[in-house]
């Protein structure tokens, strides 16, 4: 099992990180956190880094519902969405797997909740 999902989409950076936020929204989702690589990298270290946006995305009802089954899933939360520009021209949009994640947590309470957020980020990446 791959512990992510991928589209790679041809257009502009920018106009793909709002695509992808919107379509995040048809699902539920609500971006918490926006992280720009390319601005912190170049910040921090005075690197040159092609565009790279990390989405901290979020469905309140099933946050919600795993926190409930396993109070220390918060470590695991947000579930992450790449947007990042490929040295081809492409944009790759990537999210985490989620069921490849709990594998990692012995919660069987979890797995329901886990199979449901894979098919909402596979269906944003596929509608992309």
Sequence with gaps: MTY???KTL???FNDTVDQ?????KTEQFGVLTEIDIKATLKKKLD???NNYKILG???PPYAHQALLAENK??????????VQELDSGGIEVAAVNPMASMQAVENDDLKGIAEEITEKLKAVIEGL
Excluded: E, Q, R
């Excluded at 992808?20 to 995040?24: C, E, G, K, P, S």
């Design 10 to 12: 041809k257009g502009d």
């Design 47 to 49: 690197v040159n880094f």
């Design 4 to 6: 992510y999902f991928s």
């Design 57 to 59: 995305a979020c469905n």
């Design 20 to 24: 992808v936020t919107a379509a995040l």
């Design 73 to 82: 899933i918060g470590t695991m939360l947000p579930c992450n969405v790449i």
